[in-house]
């Protein structure tokens, strides 16, 4: 399959996961709601297992030899970064602003990563990039103004949640991108990253004080699911990013914004609100997010 097909299929992944923690944070369908926290917590067990079994078979490739302590660190703090503190951010934005109006502001990821780019390269931004972000930050400006389904306080602190993921994001994924440079390989990479980021969620959450029926919510159906989906995602990004360059690769998997929408009118039933503000800023932010990637 080419590189643009896994990133088609990452987005469907992504947004998948999505759907599932609106799903479980707001209670779906006459169930308990589930904090956010705990479904990040599945996301990177999912993550130690699926990237472990992975990295078994890179390390009896010899992939271990190229790993070095520089590597390793940076792959450590970007999972950190973006892995447990995005996550987390992310999560409550879906809780608190919606599955798509939270995708939506998070793609102002493509802004904060390509800033750091520039700030780090010295390179000024072209013309069709500073097209891009103004379409980026028209896109959002209509998101945000969205009023269906708006309640004041929450979604203001979900804009926020999100804002601050979309730069975790940015930051964790520029740290993971400098340490592949030195170990080019993805899955010992995201292995090496979650066997830090899952104890410093464990640290944060400390599930050995939850009473016995809060446990039982790591079990349910749309938890697992939110966390399988968003590792499967991962994992077919990895697979698109080997074969065509990141700028498409990370184009089309910012289509999930859309796919957001669609999914959630279908699973979410009325639980997740937003009209044609929301449609028509998601399709400016992602048109503007790939001009920022391609300019």
């Given at each position: 399959?080419?590189?643009?097909?896994?990133?088609?299929?990452?987005?469907?992944?992504?947004?998948?996961?999505?759907v599932?923690?609106?799903?479980?944070?707001?209670?779906?369908?006459?169930?308990?709601?589930?904090?956010?926290?705990?479904?990040?917590?599945?996301?990177?067990?999912?993550?130690?297992?699926?990237?472990?079994?992975?990295?078994?078979?890179?390390?009896?490739?010899?992939?271990?030899?190229?790993?070095?302590?520089?590597?390793?660190?940076?792959?450590?703090?970007?999972?950190v970064?973006?892995?447990?503190?995005g996550?987390?951010?992310?999560?409550?934005?879906?809780?608190?602003?919606?599955?798509?109006?939270?995708?939506?502001?998070?793609?102002?990821?493509?802004?904060?990563?390509?800033?750091?780019?520039?700030?780090?390269?010295?390179?000024?931004?072209?013309?069709?990039?500073?097209?891009?972000?103004?379409?980026i930050?028209?896109?959002?400006?209509?998101?945000v103004?969205?009023?269906?389904g708006?309640v004041?306080?929450?979604?203001?602190?979900?804009?926020?949640?999100?804002?601050?993921?979309?730069?975790?994001?940015?930051?964790?994924?520029?740290?993971?991108?400098?340490?592949?440079?030195?170990?080019?390989?993805?899955?010992?990479?995201?292995?090496v990253?979650?066997?830090?980021?899952?104890?410093a969620?464990?640290?944060?959450?400390?599930?050995?004080?939850?009473?016995?029926?809060?446990?039982?919510?790591?079990?349910?159906?749309?938890?697992?699911?939110?966390?399988?989906?968003?590792?499967?995602?991962?994992?077919?990004?990895?697979?698109?990013?080997?074969?065509t360059?990141?700028?498409?690769?990370?184009?089309?998997?910012?289509?999930q914004?859309?796919?957001?929408?669609?999914?959630?009118?279908?699973?979410?039933?009325?639980?997740?609100?937003?009209?044609?503000?929301?449609?028509?800023?998601?399709?400016?932010?992602?048109?503007?997010?790939?001009?920022?990637?391609?300019?």
């Amino acid at each position: 399959m080419s590189g643009e097909g896994y990133a088609l299929l990452a987005a469907f992944a992504f947004a998948l996961s999505t759907v599932f923690t609106r799903q479980f944070a707001v209670g779906s369908r006459g169930r308990p709601p589930v904090r956010p926290e705990v479904g990040v917590l599945v996301s990177l067990s999912t993550d130690l297992v699926l990237f472990g079994s992975l990295a078994t078979a890179e390390l009896r490739r010899g992939a271990g030899a190229q790993l070095t302590w520089q590597s390793a660190l940076l792959f450590m703090v970007g999972a950190v970064v973006a892995s447990m503190l995005g996550r987390n951010l992310a999560y409550v934005s879906v809780q608190q602003a919606g599955a798509g109006r939270s995708t939506a502001i998070r793609l102002c990821n493509t802004l904060f990563a390509a800033a750091v780019g520039w700030v780090w390269l010295h390179d000024l931004p072209r013309p069709w990039q500073v097209v891009g972000a103004l379409l980026i930050t028209t896109g959002l400006w209509l998101v945000v103004t969205e009023r269906e389904g708006w309640v004041e306080g929450a979604s203001w602190m979900g804009v926020a949640t999100a804002v601050g993921a979309a730069a975790a994001f940015a930051l964790g994924d520029t740290a993971r991108r400098a340490a592949l440079h030195v170990t080019p390989s993805p899955p010992l990479g995201a292995f090496v990253g979650v066997c830090a980021a899952l104890p410093a969620q464990l640290l944060y959450l400390r599930p050995w004080r939850w009473p016995r029926e809060f446990l039982r919510h790591v079990w349910r159906p749309d938890v697992l699911g939110s966390g399988f989906f968003n590792t499967v995602a991962l994992l077919l990004l990895f697979f698109a990013f080997q074969r065509t360059p990141v700028a498409n690769a990370a184009a089309l998997y910012n289509l999930q914004v859309l796919l957001v929408i669609v999914l959630g009118r279908w699973m979410l039933r009325g639980e997740d609100p937003g009209g044609g503000r929301l449609v028509l800023g998601s399709v400016l932010a992602v048109v503007g997010a790939g001009l920022v990637l391609w300019g």
